[in-house]
């Protein structure tokens, strides 16, 4: 991989986007290798959950709109990108089965915004940025922004935001509920990794049926939702982690969690 890096620690894989020359916008190549190394994370028994940043003043400026113009040029349209490369890219973090955390550590706009978006967690450098850039070069949303904003401020902070396309700041995003916490820019590296570590030490069969049921439920009935909870709960119910961390409680000890 040239543009995106992958690297494992403690359990956590870091997917790193790194072309800061260009904010780390997505050529073809790149998007390739992220879904790689999402495909990677996903496969690995090793990685027990994934944190997903950029590098310099970036997180991800969305598509590389160089390699978008050669294409219009050349008649070629969006050239299948959309369904090629982003819309698989954010199947695989929905339906990876492990956290995925954003360190959203500088301006995340367009599909990079939205991958931000489709991530489980997001935290924050004080210095990230968002734009929904979409508007602005006569584009509707796409990697998903449409059906994850929505979810995570509601319909009309969502339309407003997708259809004005202002900016907005760390600040901004914290108070709308898309990042779950700002940190200074010095601190992002460490408190993000935390976090991920945290998560990798966890329950990750029962993270993967929270996720699941999360899904699920945005879109079923009431109903609906109660019969898929029930199974993936008989599912949690077989697991080592449950059978040892009720032992835990009950010897007062506190839970070590294997990830099976
Ligand atoms: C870039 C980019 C970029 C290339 C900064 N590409 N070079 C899906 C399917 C197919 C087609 C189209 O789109 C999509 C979905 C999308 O993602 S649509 C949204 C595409 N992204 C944008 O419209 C964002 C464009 N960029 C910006 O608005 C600004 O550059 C942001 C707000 C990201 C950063 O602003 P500044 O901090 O003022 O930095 P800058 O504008 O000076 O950019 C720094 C460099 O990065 C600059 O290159 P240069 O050689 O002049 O230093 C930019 O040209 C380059 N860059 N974004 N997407």
Request: hydrophobic share 50%; glycine share 6%.
């Amino acid at each position: 991989m040239n543009d995106v890096r992958y690297s494992v620690d403690d359990a956590v894989a870091t997917i790193t986007l790194d072309r800061p020359e260009a904010m780390n916008a997505l050529t073809t190549r790149m998007k390739a290798e992220l879904l790689e190394a999402l495909t990677m994370a996903s496969q690995a028994y090793a990685v027990r959950a994934v944190l997903l940043t950029g590098t310099d003043r970036a997180f991800c400026a969305g598509q590389d709109l160089n390699e978008h113009a050669a294409n219009l040029e050349a008649g070629l349209g969006l050239n299948g990108t959309v369904r090629t490369h982003y819309n698989p890219i954010v199947m695989a973090i929905a339906e990876m089965g492990k956290p995925v955390v954003a360190a959203v550590n500088g301006v995340a706009a367009g599909a990079g915004a939205a991958l931000a978006f489709a991530c489980d967690l997001r935290i924050a450098s004080d210095r990230a940025k968002f734009a929904m850039a979409f508007s602005g070069i006569g584009l509707a949303p796409d990697s998903g922004a449409s059906w994850t904003l929505q979810r995570l401020v509601g319909r009309a902070r969502a339309t407003d935001l997708l259809l004005l396309g202002e900016p907005f700041d760390a600040a901004r995003a914290l108070e709308l509920g898309i990042v779950s916490k700002v940190v200074p820019a010095s601190e992002l590296a460490a408190e993000a990794r935390a976090l991920a570590v945290r998560l990798a030490q966890g329950p990750t069969s029962a993270y993967a049926a929270t996720k699941h049921a999360l899904e699920f439920a945005a879109s079923s009935s009431l109903a609906d939702a109660l019969v898929l909870e029930a199974d993936l709960q008989d599912t949690c119910a077989k697991t080592a982690d449950h059978l040892n961390a009720t032992h835990a409680f009950l010897d007062k000890k506190r839970p070590v969690f294997e990830g099976r």
